[in-house]
């Protein structure tokens, strides 16, 4: 028998993330207490409650031989969704309009909206909830109601894939601009298909084949160019040939064959997430798989909740939410983060479970990279070091205009050094997960108008996360500039060591004046820094050029013992004036 064969005979479990001891144990038909036994033989202590961790599964495959392999709630719903072909239903497509500044984005998208919105008749007032749904001719189409490659490369930087078709919008004045390239690239990493749209057709110095022919040099070749890449003339203003545009849409979304399983536990991507006065944490999804209810209970990145209520863009309550239908979802017990996976699980138990074993694995997998800019200090230091670095931010506010001004401002202070990357930002005050989060990427939060709460201080202390809070947008700016080009002042902090009285004053030749002192309070030391206190007043401040005790020069003396202290560079001391020391440290400015 080859070794081969023999892993083969290997036995397996997969277990479900946040699976426990005791429930392990049911499964398996084996005695909690005795693998609670066996693990203590290996020097672990548990209870049957204990989540199993890498570690626990580890040991147990070394004492029973038994392969376990902790599987994540998205793999079992993608397993479930495929495992029964007949059960797959078409899903309709999730569009996301991209291209350079000023060509027609987001013109496009509310003519589009306007021209075709669903509940048209439910009277509801379009809300921004990340995305919108429309239906035409009986097929429904999701449109992401972010333009721009942001949100898209954010979403997909964190593994989430939303978008299944990109509409490249290209201004017929302007032509192929360096935000047009990019969206060609973005669209092309990340495998989604490319519909162009020529947009501002009726403009006078319009002209729609010079934009296409530049097109082709990107190595988008629209079908007048003989490619195969669908290209429509529009016009967003005038609302010219949108219809065309939408029925090109179609004719993509049927060359795609998007399918889904609508029969499974629901699974989507948080799009959007902020918190809201009346209804609290709020988050849009999209749904990728199953179909979501009010009252699923749902893990969403290491938060969980119940969907209290589900809601369209027109605020109006909804019953279900099926395939790529965009969602907005309350009942989360925190805001989550843009990009967090979505997934309904059986019970408010289970989802806890699942939570605290991702949060405990997320801690411990992102150990501190000593090289990381982690503080805007270090950051300075770090470009000195030479090389392009990447300065990741968190950003928070109160409001949702502030955290936008500051996304779209920020990154623009990028440098040939320095780029500047948010890697979230939401409204609402610094929760855990940001602290979690920013400990991970090693990144800075910025908080706009919010104090975070002691308990989160303290855990960004732990965690050596840097909190900078600002009221003034100028001054937010002004620090992340200067800490670019290494201007930045740190703080310096003061910390007191002790004071001494000055009992007598001698005149030494040569050595000057001394003080002949009692240590009063704390302690004196050789290096500290010192300041004499006459009455209420500071004489000089400065540092100590001799420090002796009985004769013999020492380096520190304590409270209640006598010594002679010299200052440097002051004549002057007199009977009954203070030295007080003290040491300084650097301290990031501002922060905390
Ligand atoms: P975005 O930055 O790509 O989202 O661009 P906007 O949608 O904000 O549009 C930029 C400017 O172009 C606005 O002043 C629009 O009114 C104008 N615009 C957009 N589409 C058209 C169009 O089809 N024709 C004309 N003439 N102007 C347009």
């Keep these: 028998m080859s070794s081969n064969e023999q892993n083969n005979e290997t036995p397996k479990a997969q277990i479900r993330e946040g699976t426990n001891l005791k429930d392990f144990c049911d499964?398996?038909?084996?005695?909690?207490?005795?693998?609670?036994?066996?693990?203590?033989?290996?020097?672990?202590?548990?209870?049957?409650?204990?989540?199993?961790?890498?570690?626990?599964?580890?040991?147990?495959?070394?004492?029973?031989?038994?392969?376990?392999?902790?599987?994540?709630?998205?793999?079992?719903?993608?397993?479930?969704?495929?495992?029964?072909?007949d059960e797959l239903v078409s899903r309709?497509?999730?569009?996301?309009?991209?291209?350079?500044?000023?060509?027609?984005?987001?013109?496009l998208l509310d003519a589009i909206r306007e021209s075709n919105i669903v509940n048209k008749e439910s009277g509801g007032i379009t809300q921004h909830i990340g995305a919108y749904r429309l239906d035409r001719k009986g097929h429904s189409i999701t449109f992401i109601d972010t333009p721009g490659h942001e949100a898209f490369t954010r979403l997909r930087a964190r593994g989430a894939k939303t978008t299944d078709i990109v509409i490249l919008v290209v201004?017929?004045?302007?032509?192929?601009?360096?935000q047009t390239k990019e969206a060609i690239n973005h669209a092309k990493a990340a495998g989604v298909p490319i519909l162009v749209a020529i947009n501002k057709i009726d403009m006078a110095g319009a002209d729609p084949d010079k934009a296409k022919q530049q097109l082709s040099k990107e190595g988008l070749l629209v079908e007048d160019w003989g490619g195969d890449v669908v290209s429509v003339d529009v016009s967003a203003k005038e609302k010219t040939n949108l219809d065309d545009l939408l029925e090109m849409v179609g004719l993509v979304n049927e060359m795609l064959e998007l399918k889904g399983n609508p029969n499974v536990p629901a699974q989507g991507v948080v799009l959007e997430a902020r918190l809201d006065a009346q209804k609290g944490p709020l988050a849009t999804v999209i749904i990728q798989q199953g179909t979501l209810h009010p009252g699923d209970v749902f893990i969403s990145g290491t938060?969980?909740?119940?969907?209290?209520?589900?809601?369209?863009?027109?605020?109006?309550?909804?019953?279900?939410?099926?395939?790529?239908?965009?969602?907005?979802?309350?009942?989360?017990?925190?805001?989550?983060?843009?990009?967090?996976?979505?997934?309904?699980?059986?019970?408010?138990?289970?989802?806890?479970?699942?939570?605290?074993?991702?949060?405990?694995?997320?801690?411990?997998?992102?150990?501190?990279?000593?090289?990381?800019?982690?503080?805007?200090?270090?950051?300075?230091k770090s470009i000195e070091g030479g090389g392009t670095k990447e300065l990741r931010l968190i950003i928070k506010g109160d409001v949702h205009g502030s955290v936008d001004t500051l996304?779209?401002?920020?990154?623009?202070?990028?440098?040939?050094?320095?780029?500047?990357?948010?890697?979230?930002?939401?409204?609402?005050?610094?929760?855990?997960?940001?602290?979690?989060?920013?400990s991970a990427s090693h990144a800075i939060i910025l908080g706009y108008n919010i104090k975070p709460q002691q308990n989160i201080l303290d855990l960004a202390k732990k965690e050596q996360v840097e909190i900078r809070t600002y009221d003034v947008i100028y001054q937010l700016m002004d620090d992340i500039k200067k800490a670019m080009v290494g201007l930045l002042d740190p703080v310096i902090k003061e910390i007191y060591l002790g004071r001494a009285q000055i009992k007598r004053v001698f005149h030494i030749p040569r050595a000057g004046e001394v003080a002949g002192c009692l240590v009063s309070d704390g302690k004196i030391t050789r290096n500290a820094d010192v300041r004499l206190i006459r009455g209420e007043e500071v004489i000089y401040e400065g540092r100590i050029s001799s420090?002796?005790?009985?004769?013999?020069?020492?380096?520190?003396?304590?409270?209640?013992?006598?010594?002679?202290?010299?200052?440097?560079?002051?004549?002057?001391?007199?009977?009954?004036?203070?030295?007080?020391?003290?040491?300084?440290e650097k301290v990031a400015p501002e922060s905390l």
């Design 27 to 85: 499964n398996l038909g084996v005695r909690a207490k005795d693998l609670i036994n066996a693990l203590r033989k290996e020097g672990l202590e548990v209870g049957v409650n204990q989540d199993i961790t890498q570690e626990i599964a580890g040991l147990i495959t070394k004492i029973s031989g038994v392969a376990i392999e902790i599987t994540s709630v998205e793999d079992e719903i993608k397993r479930l969704a495929a495992s029964d072909p």
């Design 92 to 107: 309709p497509p999730v569009v996301t309009i991209m291209g350079h500044v000023d060509h027609g984005k987001t013109t």
């Design 171 to 178: 201004a017929a004045d302007d032509g192929v601009m360096p």
């Design 303 to 380: 938060h969980f909740g119940k969907a209290k209520a589900l809601f369209d863009e027109h605020g109006k309550t909804l019953k279900e939410a099926g395939l790529s239908m965009p969602v907005e979802i309350m009942g989360f017990s925190e805001v989550p983060q843009a990009g967090d996976l979505f997934q309904v699980v059986s019970d408010l138990e289970s989802a806890k479970r699942i939570a605290s074993f991702r949060l405990s694995n997320l801690k411990k997998d992102t150990p501190l990279q000593k090289d990381a800019p982690l503080t805007l200090d270090q950051l300075f």
């Design 407 to 438: 996304n779209d401002i920020l990154p623009n202070l990028s440098t040939d050094q320095v780029i500047i990357k948010i890697i979230h930002s939401a409204t609402g005050n610094i929760t855990e997960r940001d602290i979690v989060l920013a």
């Design 547 to 584: 420090l002796k005790h009985l004769k013999n020069n020492v380096t520190e003396v304590k409270k209640d013992y006598e010594c002679g202290i010299g200052l440097d560079r002051f004549k002057g001391i007199q009977e009954g004036d203070i030295i007080e020391a003290y040491t300084t």
